[in-house]
């Protein structure tokens, strides 16, 4: 059964960081894809940027590129999103998400191709 927990969401006030954790088993980071999305209010769900079971990153947010960078530690089992430069349009719930690859599979930053979620941690940046 794959788990994920999030932590690391809170308050921040514009130009700040925050670092986002999900934790997840030695056999979820080396089989599966492992997503960062979030969701702001009256909005879909958007994809942020993943890590490959096999390492490599795909960003999918052209907005955050430069300031955000996604990162797996297979010590600490976790993946995680160092946010920087936080902005009042990053507010959002944000959740990390897993799925099951091949390493020869293509990256995809869909939501619907991720059967596994965590369950969300809240991030407000207050300008």
């Known amino acids: 059964q794959v788990q994920l927990v999030e932590s690391g969401g809170g308050l921040v006030q514009a130009g700040g960081s925050l670092r986002l954790s999900c934790a997840a088993s030695?056999?979820?980071?080396?089989?599966?894809?492992i997503a960062w999305f979030r969701q702001a209010p009256g909005k879909e769900r958007e994809g942020v940027s993943l890590v490959r079971r096999g390492g490599g990153i795909t960003d999918c947010l052209d907005s955050v590129k430069g300031r955000f960078t996604i990162s797996k530690d297979k010590a600490r089992n976790t993946v995680s999103l160092q946010m920087n430069n936080l902005k009042p349009e990053d507010t959002a719930v944000y959740y990390c998400?897993?799925?099951?690859?091949?390493?020869?599979?293509?990256?995809?930053?869909?939501?619907?191709?991720?059967?596994?979620w965590g369950q969300g941690t809240q991030v407000t940046v207050s300008s």
């Open positions: 998400a897993a799925r099951r690859v091949i390493l020869t599979a293509s990256a995809t930053c869909a939501s619907d191709e991720y059967p596994y």
């Open positions: 030695v056999f979820t980071l080396n089989y599966h894809d």
